[in-house]
């Protein structure tokens, strides 16, 4: 995770150089890093330029990032890991440039500390794995929700690869009257993910006890964190719930697609908050 930080700690620095009119300095002329996926395990502590793409990237610019990873380590980065963290700095100082101009057509509004903290979040965003594909009939009945499921909602779908099972379930939606912040309404999508199909089967009979780990966690949040949810503390909270109820659930069982909080529409007639 460190890593990421460090990751996203560059991209923030070149949004900044942006904003102060550095000029690209055109396509690369000789590039320095290997294709995406076999990043170079070498690199020349020697050379002048050791990456360039819409910038120049120098040995002291690799130098200064190094010593900023052993900052954030708080100096527990050995030799050997700041031998293996050059080249995946190199390949990130270009690969964050895509990124970055992708950033620049975001609206006004969100700029300061919105524009920074927007992109943390982007680079932290837990997605499902691209790995998993439809299944084919057959697959295990979701898990029950909070919710009758509709004649839209997403069906269980298997990986093609592996035989990993990812049952989705229908959406849970909570409204609370939270005390200082007034009403919110919570929208969670939620999907577990099996990477053994016979954990998954041996399950389907402990479906309450999961609905009920998942319900009374959620029903439970603090004010704070049910009108500003984090997903990571989430999805951590969530797994650490069903676990206490389920202890042969997998660690890595619980997915987040979804996570919405907005004023509902009747927000004029608050009901009583009866979670706390």
Not at 163 to 168: D, E
Request: glycine fraction near 6%; proline fraction near 12%; aromatic fraction near 4%.
């Amino acid at each position: 995770m460190h890593q990421l930080r460090l990751i996203s700690a560059i991209l923030l620095a070149s949004a900044a150089a942006a904003a102060d009119g550095v000029p690209p300095s055109g396509p690369p002329t000789s590039p320095s890093l290997a294709p995406p996926g076999a990043p170079s395990t070498h690199f020349d502590p020697t050379a002048a330029v050791v990456a360039e793409g819409h910038f120049v990237y120098r040995q002291r610019d690799l130098d200064a990032l190094v010593l900023i990873a052993q900052r954030h380590a708080r100096g527990k980065l050995s030799k050997a890991d700041e031998e293996r963290l050059r080249p995946i700095l190199l390949q990130a100082l270009t690969a964050r440039e895509a990124l970055i101009d992708v950033l620049g057509g975001l609206p006004a509004s969100l700029a300061g500390k919105a524009h920074d903290a927007l992109i943390l979040d982007l680079i932290d965003y837990q997605a499902e794995p691209a790995s998993v594909r439809p299944a084919a009939a057959g697959a295990p009945p979701p898990l029950p929700g909070s919710q009758p499921p509709s004649a839209g909602s997403a069906a269980p779908v298997q990986a093609a690869s592996d035989g990993a099972i990812l049952v989705r379930l229908p959406a849970l939606t909570l409204v609370r009257t939270l005390e200082g912040i007034g009403r919110r309404q919570l929208v969670l999508g939620l999907a577990l993910y099996f990477r053994d199909p016979a954990l998954s089967k041996s399950l389907e009979a402990k479906a309450p006890l999961l609905q009920d780990a998942i319900l009374g966690y959620m029903q439970h949040l603090p004010p704070a964190q049910f009108a500003e949810p984090d997903q990571l503390q989430l999805k951590a909270g969530l797994l650490k719930a069903v676990s206490a109820r389920v202890p042969e659930f997998p660690s890595d069982g619980i997915l987040i697609p979804q996570l919405d909080v907005t004023i509902p529409d009747n927000a004029a007639a608050p009901p009583v908050d009866n979670a706390h």
